[in-house]
């Protein structure tokens, strides 16, 4: 009998070394989470969104984790406590815009909140993320015939905009001076914003991409949600960028997600589904 009770402790013993083993993160107590994803501007669920989420801190194994939402655009999971950086939560879906941002500050405060042994015990925490239907929204200027010089596009979201639900396409009238205000719906503020066509108002297109010595739409640089461009030839483009100076790099432009990353601007969600990213 003694030898049976000294056999069961090495084996208990065994799973509590081997535990350990694999690192403190075993004991690190989790919090269940609820995620809802609809659709921005119908507020429907949306079903099979992949829910990515991952957590900063020193235990790699449990920072990212990924689930998908069922038909009514709900996904579980459950989160170790978060270290100074917060949480990330990126969604991708069919026929979406990927939409990447932050957990909330309470809801953060919460998984934080719990100790080894300690569980949470407050409201189920839930938030409820927001994404736009594709495809990225294009705003086209239309210029005077003849145009040559910069032009500033001064992007705004209007969030009392009578745009109707999924309008993708957009188009403004250039002034001569070349400024124009560029005005849509909450989906402009959504990563690096519209993509910026143009034409001549005679229909003819401008093209973004062309020879040294054609006339294209070129950007010059981008001042938090103004965009600059020059209607010119490359010798037009290099003396414009050598007057203004400054500005975010045509390289980082580049690299930034067409519509994504960033998540959209804001804060907000929390306990009991409150909404994000508006």
């Keep these: 009998m003694r030898t049976r009770s000294r056999a069961s402790c090495l084996a208990h013993l065994s799973l509590v070394l081997a535990a350990c083993a694999t690192g403190c993160q075993t004991f690190q107590p989790s919090t269940p989470l609820t995620v809802r994803v609809r659709d921005a501007e119908t507020q429907a669920p949306v079903p099979a969104a992949i829910v990515r989420v991952w957590r900063f801190g020193s235990h790699s194994e449990e920072r ?39 957990l909330p500050h309470d809801v953060v405060d919460a998984l934080a909140s719990t100790k080894r042994f300690h569980p949470y015990t407050g409201p189920p925490l839930e938030v409820t993320i927001d994404v736009f239907a594709g495809p990225r929204p294009t705003a086209e200027l239309v210029l005077p015939v003849g145009f040559r010089g910069t032009i500033k596009a001064e992007i705004r979201v209007r969030a009392d905009g009578s745009w109707p639900a999924g309008q993708r396409a957009f188009s403004y009238t250039v002034p001569e001076n070349g400024v124009v205000r560029v005005e849509g719906p909450a989906v402009f503020g959504l990563g690096s914003g519209p993509d910026i066509v143009a034409k001549f108002a005679d229909g003819t297109p401008l093209p973004k991409e062309a020879k040294n010595e054609e006339i294209a739409l070129r950007w010059v640089r981008r001042e938090g949600t103004d965009v600059s461009f020059v209607v010119g030839t490359s010798a037009d483009l290099d003396a414009i960028r050598r007057t203004l100076g400054g500005g975010e790099s045509e390289r980082s432009q580049r690299a930034s997600p067409s519509g994504q ?15 994000m990213g508006r």
């Design 261 to 275: 990353g960033g998540g959209r601007r804001g804060g907000g969600g929390g306990r009991g589904g409150g909404r």
């Design 64 to 102: 990212d984790q990924t689930i998908t939402a069922g038909a009514d655009g709900i996904a579980h999971t459950r989160l170790a406590p978060p270290d100074e950086g917060g949480v990330m939560v990126e969604v991708t879906a069919p026929n979406h815009l990927p939409t990447q941002t932050t």
